[in-house]
């Protein structure tokens, strides 16, 4: 069955950099669409970036555009997000999450990963 495990996540300071790793198992991962998505406590699930499947596009939420990459590697199975100039209203905890259809939109992903905490203080 479809697997995906994050890691990378931990506690930072506000300014500091983190990145998100996810292993993909149990797919053909280069057709899947892969996204990250995030949720912080008392809030509902936001997506935070998406990449297709060849890795030549991505989208972003507004809040990650110009700090967050996405990047993926097809022959690890495996997907990134590199985080920079972190903020305490980035806490939260992100997960990955993968779609087998050709449209990579956020209102699509069906398969997750249980997720990895970022804490970011002040």
């Known amino acids: 069955q479809v697997q995906l495990v994050e890691s990378g996540g931990g506690s930072v300071q506000s300014g500091e950099s983190l990145r998100l790793s996810c292993a993909a198992s149990g797919l053909t991962y280069s057709l899947y669409c892969m996204g990250w998505f995030r949720q912080a406590p008392g809030k509902e699930r936001e997506g935070v970036a998406t990449i297709s499947a060849d890795g030549d596009r991505t989208n972003y939420t507004d809040f990650a555009k110009g700090r967050f990459t996405v990047s993926r590697d097809n022959a690890k199975n495996m997907l990134y997000l590199q985080m920079n100039s972190l903020k305490p209203e980035d806490t939260a905890v992100y997960y990955c999450?993968?779609?087998?259809?050709?449209?990579?939109?956020?209102?699509?992903?069906?398969?997750w990963g249980r997720g990895t905490q970022v804490t970011v203080s002040p």
């Open positions: 999450a993968a779609y087998g259809g050709w449209n990579c939109d956020f209102r699509f992903y069906n398969y």
